[in-house]
């Protein structure tokens, strides 16, 4: 039953997200500028990437699709941005593809982008809709100073940590300041960069809470030492 609530109020956030967008048809540009530094010079193919939103509607009726998919695009040839659009296509467009196949399902997926001098970021949160394992994320991040993809290593070296460490930090941080309930398992499931250049953590947590398994989204700041529930359209909100 808790697993159904939660599911519910995610839904009921992206359709909230939703109903505050363009029309289905359109395609947007939407940058969050959160840069302070301008001490970093982009040259050559990077100053030139932007993202774009595409809603992707396909399917009948109330079983259509409510999805916004990224698109990395760059004036000239940059292996990073095809490297980037690949795992697009193969993590969230064959799941929308899926579902519209599907004739009792639909997929949910919002996406927010980013930009700072050096990094143009896509934060994507989707999912079926009907399914009872609630919304995943997934981060696309282009460096565009250094024309590459930014990794999960990048954003580890960005704050001093490994992966070991970071596990046993979060393991440390959610006995402190989650909701409650013991620790189970978590998977890193995307990064990214904040304006100060330091790296957050998208994190799927699953805890048992005396009554049953549960499972969340947070978001992990090692720089502020804060852990935060993380919202349909990738933000988050402090827990306390």
């Known amino acids: 039953m808790k ?29 969050d500028d959160v840069s302070k530094d ?22 009948t009726g109330t079983m259509a699709n409510k999805a916004q998919v ?27 593809e899926a579902a519209a196949a599907e004739p009792l399902q639909y997929a949910v997926a919002i996406t927010k982008v980013v930009e700072s001098n050096q990094y143009l970021q896509a934060i994507t949160s989707y999912g079926n809709a009907l399914s009872l394992d609630g919304l995943t994320v997934s981060t696309y991040i ?21 992966e070991s ?16 309930g013991d ?9 990214a960069f904040t304006e100060s250049g330091y790296p957050q953590f998208f994190v799927k947590v699953t805890f048992d809470t005396g009554a049953d398994e549960q499972s969340e989204l947070i978001t992990v700041v090692p720089e502020t030492n804060t852990l935060d529930q993380t919202n349909a359209d990738g933000s988050v909100f402090v827990v306390d």
């Open 3 to 31: 697993k159904i609530i939660a599911l519910l109020l995610s839904l009921i956030m992206i359709f909230s997200f939703a109903s505050c967008g363009k029309d289905d048809a359109a395609d947007t540009d939407v940058k």
């Open 38 to 59: 301008s001490s970093l010079e982009v040259t050559g193919v990077g100053a030139t990437a932007k993202v774009t939103l595409k809603d992707d509607n396909r399917g």
């Open 70 to 96: 990224p698109t990395f695009t760059v004036y000239g040839d940059s292996a990073a941005i095809n490297a980037i659009n690949d795992r697009i296509n193969s993590e969230l467009v064959s799941l929308l």
């Open 142 to 162: 282009y460096d565009k100073v250094n024309d590459k993809e930014a990794t999960l290593e990048d954003a580890l070296n960005a704050c001093g940590y490994t």
């Open 165 to 180: 460490s970071l596990k046993v930090f979060i393991d440390g941080l959610f006995n402190e300041k989650g909701p409650g």
């Open 183 to 191: 620790l189970i398992k978590q998977k890193v499931l995307g990064f």
